[in-house]
């Protein structure tokens, strides 16, 4: 098994190597209102029972590489400095598929770098403070902004987690976490820089989805609602085909942000690096994309992405009924004020409470 994002970054003598997927703790300290969760609460693995099972297997399979898959690496400090200290003198390298920003301070990944980790997968979500707030997410964007750059610092690959349409997201918030993650692009053109998007999804036991409840988008009767959960396995958050739309715009017009979102950020990258030299040493299509997509004034390749997209997506009939459905009857102002935890917004509703900003759909 060879993953791209990791071969890069990875020395020669592990990629001759196995890999392989290694747990050091269950569940998760945060309790962001979109997350399902695995398992409730959280809990370390003895580091003694990690560490013999790393040696074990890199002996026995020869592996080089680990892959930690928990939800939350390294939030406890203590057990993790342990097992810190053993990789180190392993010689092995390392990966952490889901970290806290707030984990990721300067003293912690320098020693995560020097025991062999080539890449951490942050679930960021947003750059929004708004959004932040509203995910409930206990990281502030400086939290964020400040673990990438200490993995630049510390030539640590990146993968950056974003959710994107909940409630509350606007073009405005989408622009905020642009130009925020545009801001820590790293200086090294050499070190690995991944986005990975999905649309939120309002998956049982989340605040999300009684929050959609609240609002009559997951059905009126008990059967609508198993209907809705029934086809929860049928698709993967990162399609636009089981979003329950939580803005004010049209759902065919939420689907280009997936798009937008890394095109201007492979465009900041093409600035940042200088066109010419990023096509040179980047052999990928996606730059080459970016290129002619940055020829363009923002708000005109904003306008061609979005309706090209819808095209794409949704073929000529559809982009007549959006046009007809923007010009004749647009959809009522109901999400966009959001600005507070789902958990928060879903007290007022069960207190029977109005909401002062959301009004409930009609
Ligand atoms: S999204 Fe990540 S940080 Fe938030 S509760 Fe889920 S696993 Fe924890």
Same mark, same amino acid.
Request: contains cysteine.
């Given at each position: 098994m060879k993953s791209c994002q990791i071969t890069h970054t990875i020395g020669r003598r592990a990629l001759k190597k196995n890999m392989a997927t290694v747990f050091a703790s269950k569940g998760c300290v945060g309790r962001c209102t979109f997350c399902h969760r695995y398992y409730k609460g959280y809990t370390t693995i003895a580091a003694e029972q990690v560490t013999e099972y790393i040696r074990r297997i890199a002996e +026995?399979?020869?592996? @080089?590489l680990l892959l930690f898959q928990e939800e939350d690496f390294g939030s406890n400090a203590a057990v993790t400095a342990k097992i810190i200290a053993f990789l180190k003198q392993s010689g092995l390298n390392w990966t952490a598929s889901a970290v806290r920003a707030k984990t990721a301070t300067e003293e912690v990944l320098k020693s995560w770098k020097e025991a062999g980790c080539v890449n951490v997968n942050f @679930? %960021? +979500? #947003?750059?929004s403070p708004k959004m932040l707030s509203v995910m409930e997410k206990s990281a502030r964007v400086e939290d964020n902004l400040n673990a990438l750059r200490l993995c630049n610092k510390y030539r640590i690959a990146t993968i950056i987690g974003l959710v994107i349409g909940? !409630? @509350? +997201?606007?073009e405005e918030t989408i622009g905020e976490t642009i130009s925020n993650l545009a801001s820590v692009i !790293? =200086? =090294? %053109? #050499?070190l690995v820089y991944e986005i990975c998007l999905n649309f939120f999804q309002a998956v049982p036991g989340t605040p999300g989805y009684d929050f959609a409840r609240h609002m009559g988008l997951i059905g009126s009767s008990p059967r609508e609602e198993e209907l809705y959960i029934e086809s929860l396995h049928e698709t993967t958050a990162n399609e636009i085909s089981h979003y329950l739309n939580f803005t004010d715009y049209e759902k065919e017009e939420v689907l280009y942000w997936k798009d937008y979102i890394p095109m201007e950020l492979l465009c900041a990258y093409l600035r940042k690096h200088g066109t010419l030299k990023v096509l040179k040493y980047k052999k990928s299509r996606r730059f080459y994309y970016a290129a002619v997509y940055g020829l363009f004034p923002r708000s005109i390749r904003r306008f061609l992405l979005k309706y090209y997209t819808v095209l794409r997506h949704y073929g000529v009939s559809g982009l007549a009924d959006l046009i007809t459905r923007k010009l004749f009857h647009q959809r009522p102002k109901v999400y966009s004020g959001t600005d507070r935890s789902l958990r928060e917004i879903n007290k007022y509703f069960e207190a029977g409470k109005p909401w002062p900003i959301l009004k409930k759909l009609s």
């Open positions: +026995e399979r020869n592996v @080089g @679930g %960021i +979500e #947003s750059c909940m !409630p @509350g +997201e606007t !790293p =200086d =090294d %053109i #050499s």
